[in-house]
Structure formats: C-alpha cells, structure tokens
C-alpha cells in the first residue's frame, strides 16, 4: 500500500523508537515491588493480620520472583527440557546398527 518493503520499516522503527534499557527497567520494577511488598507486609503481619494483604504480599513475591526468574512462568513445564535424540543422531545410530551388521564375526 504505501510501498515499503519490511526491512525499510523496521529500519525506520529502530530508527525513532527508543532504546530500552531491559536491565533499568527490571532494576526500577523491583524498586516499586519492593516499596510495595514493604506496605502489605506490615498489613499482614501486624494486628493478627489481614487476610487480604496476606494475599496481596504473596502476589508480589511471586511477580518478583517471575521477574528474577527464579522459576518458570505458570503453564510452563518445570525444569530443564528432556534431551530427545536429533535426526542426526537418529541417522549415525542407524548407520552404526548397518556397519556393525555388515562385519564379518570375529575370530576368536
């Protein structure tokens, strides 16, 4: 339509967009969290304790803990991957099976 090709658009997008700084943004959402997490603590744990806040506190301390990746996102399996076998490997165990079939027996 306006007859740009994908690489000029992401050109001019990089272009004008700002860069952001991954790090000083977690570092500043921490900040928050942490000024956060200090007002439902003290609501949770002073004067019996307020159920909610309990709940809130917890919400925070999983979204920081998400944050710092210090475990998978819910829905995501836990731990690392299983290893499966690539085609490669599937292939080079083929050919070894063939090649070990195709020698004569030994002679002992």
């Known amino acids: ?18 860069t952001i700084n991954v790090a000083a943004e977690r570092g500043l959402m921490l900040e928050r ?31 920081k803990a998400r944050l710092l990746s210090l475990f998978p996102k819910p829905g995501a399996d836990a731990g690392p991957p299983e290893k499966q076998e ?13 090649a070990h079939q195709s020698q004569p027996p030994s002679a002992d």
């Open 1 to 18: 339509m306006f007859g740009l090709t994908p690489a000029l658009v992401d050109e001019i997008v990089h272009r004008h967009l700002p």
């Open 33 to 63: 969290l942490g000024a956060i997490e200090a007002i439902f603590h003290d609501r949770a744990t002073n004067n019996g304790g307020d159920v909610r806040s309990t709940e809130l506190l917890l919400v925070i301390l999983e979204f």
């Open 86 to 98: 690539t085609s490669t490997e599937r292939i080079r165990a083929a050919l070894d099976a063939l």
